[in-house]
């Protein structure tokens, strides 16, 4: 009886301790991931060791945003790869919820796009709950700090997600130059509207 | 007769003007942030069901018809759903277009804001910004829920008891 009590209480401790949303904060430490892309290779984050940090984005192939904001990661990579920042997506959806989010899919998507960054699938979705990724585009910026990955930025790209020649704020790109610079990072999280991450049914 | 006058001209009046005032009442409204608070924010002891969605979310428009349901059959209950389409495509007759398709009973609003960054969180702290999301408000005590998910039938009422 008393055993059952302890127990009752440990628990009701336990869940009022564990913080309201999983997922990293800007300057935790990342843990490894390995994950498939869609050239059929497995990629982790070690691949990067040399690297001065990552752009990880959690990417679908069918949310509007995502469609909206695709040529700008694009670009986001063809400019910062060769600085020492390369983009890493990773399509975190359940296809089974979202057919067109399916791995041949994103295959099709990569081909077509020409994308010469990893676009990763996140099939068990540990990677997206690890990090705390709710929506998509979904930006961490990760910086390389001696060996250990810690968060940079959380957010969106930019603040203008309808039309990129409107945006007045490029969020991630004004946190990496900071970065590169030794400069503090002016925001380190923003919000955007987006469409949430199609999680597995519980 | 000229009472008989007057009736004619009155229903007259009433068979003209009323299409347009049912009309404008189910229409969307766009709206500005402050508009949009004043409205979460108004006085009433009914309960207050505010849905975030857009015509191109596909778990937005499969949840929409929990909240017309709800609206309808509970008299203490006020739904406004929230779309939030002009944040991707400038023309509000698209939600027009959607809601007459539907026939959505509902109050519906269009937000008409920039930057979301600046704000999300003025409506909501917990928000990430991405839809379904729904805040529900006991009118009379200011309690609150709120969910960033798409609802199943009978989540919506197990909500609303947890704040009664």
Redesign the interface.
Known sequence: MIRSIIAAVACVLFVAASPLKGGYDVGDTVADFKLKNVTGKMVSLTDYASSKGVIVIFDCNTCPYSKAYNDRIIALNKKYASQGFPVVAIQPNDPSISPGDSFEEMVKLAEKKKYDFPYLFDETQNVAKAFGATNTPHVFLLKNDGGKFTVAYIGAIDDNSRDASAVTKKYVEEAIESLMTSKEVPATKTKAVGCTIKWKNA | MGLIYCMKKAFFLLIVLLPGAVYSQSAAEVVKLKQLQDHINRETSNIKVINFW?T????CVKEMPLFEKLGAERKDVEVTLVS?DL????KPEVVHRFVERKKLKSKVLILDE????SW??QIEK???????ATIIINGKTGQRKFV???LHEGDLEKLIAEIL
């Open positions: 857009a191109w979310c596909g778990p939030l944040d991707l495509n400038p920039k930057d979301p960054n999300i969180n917990n928000w990430s910004g991405a839809i379904p960033e998910k798409e």
